[in-house]
């Protein structure tokens, strides 16, 4: 009796295997569950950036994580003040030479 299961299960696993072997062998069919494929593994990376966005949106000034990003921003902030300091001195030397070289060609 339980032979007998086993062989019907195994002739029933064995025709759905050669039902799946003709449909993927005909250009057309096979075409088209490539197709499907890329489009459900497109989707799903699309799903999981999408996660991760989700996650990174949602962070706890509290955490490790968090207390490292606030750092990090606290730190870039620091730098672009300076780097602004910096152009600003930059800007304002380059206006005094701008001035000195007119005063000298007013003075003449």
Do not use: W
Not at 27 to 32: D, I, T, V
Not at 33 to 50: F, G, H, I, Q, V
């Amino acid at each position: 009796m339980v032979m007998n299961s086993v062989r019907s299960l195994k002739s029933a696993e064995e025709s759905l295997r050669e039902q799946a072997r003709r449909l993927l062998s005909d250009p057309a069919m096979h075409q088209e569950y490539l197709r499907l494929k890329n489009l459900n593994e497109e989707k799903d990376r699309k799903l999981k950036e999408l996660e991760e966005n989700a996650k990174a949106v949602n962070f706890n000034s509290s955490s490790k994580k968090g207390k490292m990003l606030m750092a990090k921003c606290k730190t870039l902030q620091e730098e672009n003040e300076k780097i602004g300091d910096l152009y600003t001195e930059e800007m304002l030397h380059e206006l005094e030479m701008k001035l000195a070289l007119e005063k000298s060609e007013y003075a003449e």
